[in-house]
């Protein structure tokens, strides 16, 4: 009956669990649980109170609210091009703390993408929208069973990812086009 | 050597890079032998996590062989088979010596709110992950395990982070005997979160996702009942009337930023990134426990979800736990149970990737294709 102090069906009993599960209860005592409690020293294997510092060949952001560079940091993917301004920007201006510091750092994101787009195509080997979204793995792969007649919820909204992901790229190359157009058809060229 | 290497939000690509070096006394290089793709790569890989930087590898979850060793390296030597924790940490800071390797002070300069983590933007230290053939560990002596001779490569790139993960969340829900608890998603994480309450005396574990392949394998590896979301109008409700209309003692967000449920609020969040993802996870979590339970939490956000039901939390008398899980303290005791039989994790492993078709691997983990569930990726495999 709800609304009393046993409201709660019982559980199974303990033999009934057992049985039907393998382990159960082997850590019903909290001191079996290796994060209980939460905060306890063990060894670690650190032979050093303070790390040796690793040496900085290149200048690297931190965040406002670190005393200074800690000793051990990576060094992938250093700051550069606009981007790289404006995340540099946002760590050097705003703490952790406010908002901006993570919308900046999400807009050096979207602008790192299409610096970056931009640059492979003065390259060799141009990005290839194909190939990198791995789009060439849907033959093979179940790809009408695995989505319809599952009553799935996301495909309420997956037909927005090629539009995003390929939106950008039919647009420019529309926009292109019709730059091109207007520029051959122009009145000076005729 | 070849790595993955991200091009763009839905967009990676395999490259030649430069092999890593030791940059820091007690570094080592490892040639890595088995990786995955972890549910929180796709936040990664759709652009949700703040300074996720083009030309970056991704990968924190893989095991290898130590190729090169720092000169202050005592524990490993070059030949070793280790399994690496995802957690970057010193193993001497103020955390480190209570016991939060995630929460590290001196591995990460981009922020204070997050430890370090291998190929995780940035915002968790800027290091190159294991989706490739070589990787730079730091903090050799500290992190990196040697694997034991019993344990299958499978099994222990899976204790690496999603094992550890989901089994760290029922503690963090601090269940008592003859516990209800809800696990929201059935993920590989959300699957061992389900899993792992059992070992500490629940009384009923209930999943929620909205894939029907992954809640029969709820069904059949976490002993879970299981409720598809999609299937009802207000899933809030149901889950209500399974308890009694009290609510779930304990739940556990085992989704994070890209949770669906509601049309507006994850197109908003995790589609148009108007917001640091979606909190439907969060909210239900908040909405389906009951007054004076504990919500525990392990799914990953950006830094500003909006639109989340905190009064609620406050109203309802809640403990809120979360983290990122420190790995390396659940070793020994999932040692044990693996070695008891009670968790069997690569009976979770569904698909294995050469690293050279990644990119179809992040799309078919992405689009939930193929029954995928969880995803290794074979460096040096054709």
């Known amino acids: ?127 290839n929208p194909v190939t990198q979204t791995g789009i060439l793995a849907e033959p093979g792969h179940r790809p009408l069973s695995s989505r319809f007649g599952r009553n799935r919820a996301d495909l309420k909204h997956a037909w927005m990812d090629p539009v995003m992901v390929g939106g950008p790229w039919a647009a420019a190359a529309v926009l292109a086009w019709v730059g091109a157009r207007k520029l051959l058809t122009s009145p000076s060229r005729r | 050597m070849r790595a993955m290497v991200y091009r763009g939000p839905y967009k990676v690509a395999v490259e030649e890079k430069d092999i890593p070096s030791v940059e820091h006394p007690n570094d080592a290089i490892v040639r890595v032998t088995l990786g995955a793709i972890c549910g929180s790569d796709l936040h990664l890989y759709h652009g949700l996590i703040p300074d996720t930087r083009v ?137 061992f979160a389900a899993a792992s309450p059992w070992l500490m005396g629940a009384g009923r574990v209930i999943v929620v996702d909205h894939l029907d392949y992954r809640l029969a394998k709820a069904r059949e590896f ?33 989704v994070g930023a890209e949770a669906d449920g509601s049309f507006l609020q994850h197109v908003a969040g995790a589609k148009l990134k108007l917001q640091g993802g979606s909190p439907i996870a969060l909210n239900w979590a908040l909405a389906a426990v009951r007054k004076g339970g504990t919500v525990s939490v392990l799914g990953a956000y950006g830094p500003a979800p909006t639109g989340i039901k905190f009064g609620d939390a406050m109203n309802k008398g809640l403990t809120i736990r979360a983290n990122q899980c420190p790995v390396k303290r659940q070793w020994p005791r999932l040692f044990e149970h693996l070695r008891n039989g009670y968790l069997r994790p690569s009976e979770l492993v569904t698909h294995r990737i050469p690293l050279e078709h990644i990119a179809e691997g992040y799309h078919l983990f992405s689009g939930k294709l193929d029954g995928i569930i969880k995803p290794l990726v074979v460096p040096g495999a054709s």
Not at chain 2, 62 to 70: P, S
Not at chain 2, 122 to 138: A, I, K, L, N, T
Request: include cysteine; glycine fraction near 10%.
């Open chain 1, 1 to 127: 009956m709800p609304y009393t102090a046993d409201t709660r069906r019982q559980p199974p009993s303990r033999d009934e669990l057992r049985n039907r599960i393998p382990g159960w209860g082997a850590d019903l005592d909290p001191a079996d649980r290796p994060s209980v409690p939460r905060e306890k020293h063990e060894p670690t294997g650190a032979h050093w109170d303070f790390p040796e510092r690793q040496p900085e060949n290149t200048p690297r952001e931190r965040s406002l609210e670190h005393k200074f560079l800690t000793p051990v940091f990576g060094t992938t993917a250093p700051l550069h091009g606009f981007s790289g301004a404006i995340r540099r920007f946002a760590y050097r201006r705003y703490s952790e703390g406010q908002t901006p510091h993570w919308l900046l750092l999400l807009a050096g994101d979207r602008v790192d993408a299409w610096e970056s787009h931009l640059r492979s195509l003065a390259t060799g080997r141009p990005d």
């Open chain 2, 222 to 254: 976490a002993h879970a009942e299981t409720y598809n979301f999609a299937e009802h109008r207000d899933i809030i409700l149901e889950l209500k009337k399974a308890t009694d209309y009290l609510g779930a003692d304990v739940v556990i967000d085992a």
């Open chain 2, 55 to 191: 030309g970056t590898t991704f990968g924190h979850e893989f095991i290898g062989v130590v190729e090169e060793v720092g000169p202050s390296v005592q524990n490993l030597k070059v030949g070793d088979r280790v399994m690496v924790p995802f957690n970057v940490y010193c193993g001497s800071c103020y955390f480190c010596a209570r016991g939060l390797y995630s929460n590290c002070h001196n591995v990460n300069p981009n922020a204070t709110a997050i430890g370090g983590i291998y190929g995780y933007s940035h915002s968790c230290g800027g290091y190159d992950g294991g989706q490739s053939e070589f990787v730079r560990v730091p903090f050799a002596d500290v992190g990196p395990s040697l694997i034991p001779d019993w344990m299958s490569d499978e099994d222990a790139v899976l204790l690496t982070d999603a094992l550890p993960t989901g089994y760290f969340g029922a503690q963090l829900g601090d269940i008592s005997e003859g516990d209800t608890v809800i696990v929201l998603g059935a993920g590989p994480v959300g699957l």
